[in-house]
């Protein structure tokens, strides 16, 4: 069984910066929890305009979050000089998001030359509890710079 590869810290500041400087999720107010080759966390902090008619946050915000983490966990897999960009996803929602917080945990399944295609789960937190309340399955391509 082979190692998993390490991300450099020329290519974590280099997606991290990525984040920072991507204005929608300035707006929407995400951070970012953690990095590594392959996997990517994004987390939110529940405001109310995330939320849709029924006091839930939208689907919209949750697939947002998902696809980001996505893009940015097959972005650690990239070499220099190449980027990714989303080409599909899918995302179930399981059950409402009613909390405080979310996160996004993004783990890729196969980094390829031209594809890669990775998973998400987001999670809400309410209170002290958290659970399961969406699950993305995304495809990136692969792109030069």
Known sequence: MSEKPVLSEQARDR????????????????????????????????????LQQDGFVHAGVQAALADHACAMAAASCMQDGERVLSIEFKQNMLK???????????????????????????????????????????TMAVISE
């Open 96 to 138: 409402p998001a009613q909390g405080e917080r979310l996160r996004a945990v993004a783990k890729v399944i196969r980094a390829g030359r031209r594809i890669t295609v990775i998973e998400a789960d987001v999670y809400c937190q309410r209170e002290s509890k958290t659970y399961a309340c969406a699950k993305m399955l995304a």
């Open 15 to 50: 997606w991290l910066t990525s984040v920072a400087n991507t204005p929608f999720l300035q707006f929407l107010g995400v951070e970012v929890e953690s990095l590594e080759w392959g996997s990517f966390t994004l987390a939110l902090p529940v405001r109310p305009e995330h």
